[in-house]
């Protein structure tokens, strides 16, 4: 009885594991609720059009779109909000309305390409001589192959777990054992990928000590980038499947079926 209840304990963390992963999968893939609410990172731009603003005499027309089904990507004006997730971006100009960019399977986390594909040519060509040029934020390059690298990690993790949660079901001690081996597989790629999104989020973010490169102005770039939902719910599917290895390497020690 003692093994019954230690491998419904495996499979209720390995089945809450999942259920996480395949919300985070979801998330940003199109604007309905749940996705909405669902990315890995998050860049607010609302602040941005004061920074432009300080680099021109002129006053800034069409800097932001307010058309939330207008396409993206074709310079027809920055949204106030992005969020990206595993398969896409979506852009937002209030909290509900937005527009989301084509599917790709590994979406690459390209801010700056978002942003400045959105800015209407001149205030692009604009935004690339204010920005100091060495920040994480502008470099696309790598921001681009670390997220598509973690992407894969996630991907292989989510389908270690289900292997875990499947295998574990029919009950013997070999099962019991390859539920251990993919539930420590699917950690350790859950982890990889989480711990990649975490340090490109933090170092994105980090805009500390830079100013605009404009002369004689203290004004803040007024981008604000934060980890999104995604990235949390990732680390919760991590920490339920970890604590899952336990209860499935007692059950394929003891287990007497
Ligand atoms: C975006 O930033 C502005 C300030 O720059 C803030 O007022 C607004 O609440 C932020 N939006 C979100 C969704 O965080
Ligand atoms: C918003 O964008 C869509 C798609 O490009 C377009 O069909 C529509 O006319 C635009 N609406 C306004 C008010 O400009
Ligand atoms: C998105 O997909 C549509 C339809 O498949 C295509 O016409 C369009 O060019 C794509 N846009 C981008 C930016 O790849
Ligand atoms: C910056 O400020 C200094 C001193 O106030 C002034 O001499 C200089 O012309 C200013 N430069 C610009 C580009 O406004």
């Not at 992005?82 to 989301?100: I, M, P, Q, R």
């Not at 470099?139 to 574990?168: E, F, R």
Request: with cysteine; proline share 4%; aromatic share 10%.
């Amino acid at each position: 009885m003692r093994g019954e209840v230690c491998v419904a304990f495996a499979s209720v963390l390995a089945f809450a594991s999942m259920l996480l992963m395949i919300f985070v999968h979801v998330g940003q893939i199109n604007t309905s609720n749940v996705p909405r609410g669902i990315s890995m990172a998050v860049v607010n731009m609302s602040g941005y059009g004061v920074a432009l603003q300080a680099a021109i005499p002129d006053t800034l027309f069409g800097i932001y779109t307010t058309n939330a089904s207008a396409p993206l990507g074709d310079g027809i004006g920055l949204r106030q909000l992005y969020k990206f997730g595993l398969y896409s971006h979506c852009a937002y100009v209030d909290s509900k309305n937005g527009t989301c960019a084509n599917q790709t399977i590994g979406e690459q986390f390209r801010p700056y390409d978002a942003v400045t594909s959105d800015l209407p040519a001149n205030y692009s060509l604009i935004t690339a001589s204010i920005l100091p040029s060495d920040i994480t934020f502008r470099d696309s390059k790598y921001l681009g192959q670390s997220s598509k690298a973690a992407y894969w990690m996630l991907l292989l993790g989510t389908i270690c777990t289900a292997i875990a949660l499947i295998t574990g079901i029919a009950k013997n001690n070999l099962t019991f054992f390859v539920s251990t081996i993919f539930a420590v597989a699917g950690s350790i790629l859950l982890l990889i990928g989480a711990s990649i999104w975490t340090v490109i989020v933090n170092k994105t973010a980090s805009f500390n000590d830079h100013l605009l490169q404009l002369p004689n102005t203290t004004a803040p770039i007024g981008i604000d980038i934060s980890a999104g939902t995604g990235l949390f719910l990732t680390w919760g599917a991590f920490a339920c499947l970890i604590v899952s290895v336990v209860p499935y390497m007692i059950s394929c020690c003891t287990y007497r079926g």
